[in-house]
Structures are given as structure tokens and as C-alpha cells.
């Protein structure tokens, strides 16, 4: 089982991305899908936390507005499309996925479905530069 991210590069400010979060070996369909974004010498920002089965994307306020998740059942993989991209944006941007997981806010509820099956993407890098 895993979870490969695609999509990332260099943008200019403004600029939009959409990265990519496949799995395989897997279904995403009763998963709840959790982007974050990693940055050198700073605290993991979580991104968004959607799940497929009843619709909930929840998003962190610094993106709302900008950033966007969806989903491709067929290819079995979950978007997040970014747009208005600020250099504030920079870092590696990992998804991950938890079976029967359960949105709190932009991230996994810590009470709820913590012990289910968990995937956790090698993440791809978004650099916006100003």
C-alpha cells in the first residue's frame, strides 16, 4: 500500500498548482485524506482533511478560499489544486490517509478512528517564489 504525491515545482506568486495524491493497493473511498505541509525549522502545517464517503473538505483559514480538494474515484486519488499561491506557501506538501478517519478541523480527529489504517505519502515540493 502506499501514497505517491505529484504535482509540485516552482511557481511564481499568484501562480497556481495542483498537486496529485494516488493510492494504491488500497481504496480511498472510506478514508479520510489529510494534506500538510513541511517546512525547514518550522511546525508541521496542517492543510486539510477531506473525506470522500460524505463529502467534508476542511481547511486551514491561511488557505481557505485559495485551495481546493477533490477527488477522482475512478483513479482512485484525491487533489489538492492551489491557486493564488503566496511564497508563504513554500514547503513539502505530504498526504496522508486514514481508514474510517474523522475530520477535526484540517486535520485527524486525535479521539476518533486513530488506530485505523494509516498511509503516509513521500510528499512533493512547492517553492512560490515572490
Known amino acids: 500500500v502506499q501514497l505517491v504525491e505529484s504535482g509540485g515545482g516552482l511557481v511564481q506568486a499568484g501562480g497556481s498548482l495542483r498537486l496529485s495524491c494516488e493510492a494504491s493497493g488500497f481504496r480511498l473511498d472510506d478514508d479520510a485524506v489529510i494534506w500538510f505541509r513541511q517546512t525547514p525549522g518550522q511546525e508541521r502545517q496542517d492543510i486539510s482533511c477531506?473525506?470522500?464517503?460524505?463529502?467534508?473538505?476542511n481547511y486551514v483559514d491561511s488557505v481557505k478560499g485559495r485551495f481546493i480538494v477533490s477527488s477522482d474515484n475512478a483513479k482512485n486519488t484525491v487533489y489538492l489544486q492551489m491557486n493564488d499561491l503566496k511564497p508563504e506557501d513554500s514547503g513539502r506538501y505530504v498526504c496522508?490517509?486514514?481508514?474510517?478517519?474523522?475530520?477535526?478541523?484540517?486535520?485527524?480527529?486525535?479521539?476518533?478512528?486513530?488506530?485505523?489504517?494509516?498511509?503516509w505519502g513521500q510528499g512533493t515540493q512547492v517553492t512560490v517564489s515572490s
Open positions: 496522508a490517509s486514514r481508514l474510517y478517519g474523522v475530520c477535526h478541523g484540517s486535520t485527524w480527529s486525535s479521539t476518533v478512528n486513530v488506530f485505523g489504517r494509516t498511509v
Open positions: 477531506s473525506t470522500n464517503h460524505n463529502g467534508i473538505a
